[in-house]
C-alpha cells in the first residue's frame, strides 16, 4: 500500500497522472494532491503537508506531468523495500558521486549516472528520447542521490527527516537535499524496472542557483560523496571541474558579481575535492570573466 504525494499546479495534470497511477500501481494507494495551484507554496512545504497526512507505510513523491509506463510498478516498490530494511530511498534517476561543487545531483562526465526514463521536452524543440544509463545491467543500484522527478520512501524515514521547507522555500534543491538526508543512515538507489515518460525538462535560473548554493553550504561537510566504487580519481576531478565551470555561467547569466562568484567558489572549499593548483585556477576563471 503506498500514499502518493503530490505538488499540484494543474488540476487536468493531477487528474490525468491520478488516472494513471490507479491503471498501473497494482496496490492500494492514495492520491495526495496538495494544492499548489499559485505556487503558494515551496515544494518542501507541499510534501511535508502531504508526509503529515499519508497513511500508507510506503510514500512515493512525484511530479504531475507524468505517465508510468510500467504495470504492477507498486509491487516493485514494495518488493524493494521489503527484500532490504536498510534500504531507505528509490528513483528512478540518480547517481553515484555528488559533487563538492554546487551543482544538481548527476556527474559531469559520461559516468556515474543510473537513469532510465523517456524525456520529452517543453521548453526546447528536441525530439523525445530515451535516457538509459544502466552499466552494471541491474534492476536496482545504489547511488548517492536520485532526482526529484519520481522517488519513493518510507514514511517512518520522511516523517524522521522532513523536507527542508526554511531553507528551500523554492522549488529547487529538496531531492538533492533529501537524498543526502537519507543517506546518512540508510541506502539510496535507482529501479531500472519503473519507466515513466516525463512532459518537461528541468531548467536553471537564480532560484535553482540560491537554492543550490544554499543546500551545498549545509552539506559540504560530507561532501563529495560516493556509492560504492563512485567515479574514479580522474573521473571525480573533471565532474568537479565541469560543474564549476558550469555554475559559473549561470552565475554569470544570472548577474553575479566576481566578488559574489569568489565568495562561492571559497565558500564551497572546492580544494578539499580538486587540490590547490586546481583551485587557484578556478580563481583566475574568474577573474577573466
Known sequence: MISIVISSGDPELLKDVSENISQTIGVPHEVLGINNTNAQMG????????IRTAKYDLI?????????KTNDWGKLIHGYFDADPKLGLIGIAGSTYKALCPSSWFTWVDKGNMRQLIQRFKYHSEEPRL???NPENSKLSEVVAVDGVWFCTRRDIARKIGFDNQMLIGF????VDFSLAVAQDWKVAVSFEVLIEHFSEGGYDSNWLKSTILLHKKWRHVLPRRAGAGLDKADAFLCEKNAFLFLLEIMSECGYTKREMYRVLWGSRLYKAVGIKQFFRFYKYIRRR
Open 172 to 175: 529547487h534543491g529538496y531531492d
Open 60 to 68: 512515493c513523491f512525484m511530479h504531475e506531468d507524468l505517465i508510468i
Open 131 to 133: 535516457i538509459y544509463d
Open 43 to 50: 515544494i518542501c512545504e507541499a510534501y511535508n503537508e502531504g
